[in-house]
Nanobody, 127 residues
């Protein structure tokens, strides 16, 4: 599985962006996919995830503003980010796993449990 993340950019507070995580080698319907972000000097942190059954989870800091969804025709998982804030500034990564032993409820927020990673796309929100 190869993942390509794109869609980042420089925006102002309150703007929206849609990040894309395009997968190849496996249908996204067979993957659990997570979005993580890493700000300078900080650890990589969970943002959102979706499993094969379309269960979703969000970090508290993005609930109500971000939405994760998949498009099986495009074989892509998207992260719609609305009302962006300066604290959302980070390098955003998508990750995926097809492991049948990936216990979504327990593992979805843990980056070490994902097998495949995209290259990251940068989001900068100016105040």
């Amino acid at each position: 599985v190869q993942l390509q993340a794109f869609g980042g950019g420089l925006v102002q507070t309150g703007d929206s962006l849609r990040l894309s995580c395009a997968a190849s080698g496996r249908p996204v319907s067979n993957l659990s996919v997570g979005w993580f972000r890493q700000a300078p000097g900080q650890a990589r942190r969970f943002v959102s995830s979706v499993n094969r059954g379309d269960d979703t989870n969000y970090a508290e800091s993005v609930k109500g503003r971000f939405t994760i969804f998949r498009d099986t025709v495009q074989n892509t998982v998207y992260l719609q980010m609305n009302n962006l804030q300066p604290e959302d500034t980070a390098l955003y990564y998508c990750a995926a796993t097809a492991n049948s032993r990936f216990y979504y409820r327990l593992y979805h927020y843990r980056p070490e449990k994902y097998d495949y990673w995209g290259q990251g796309t940068e989001v900068t929100v100016s105040s």
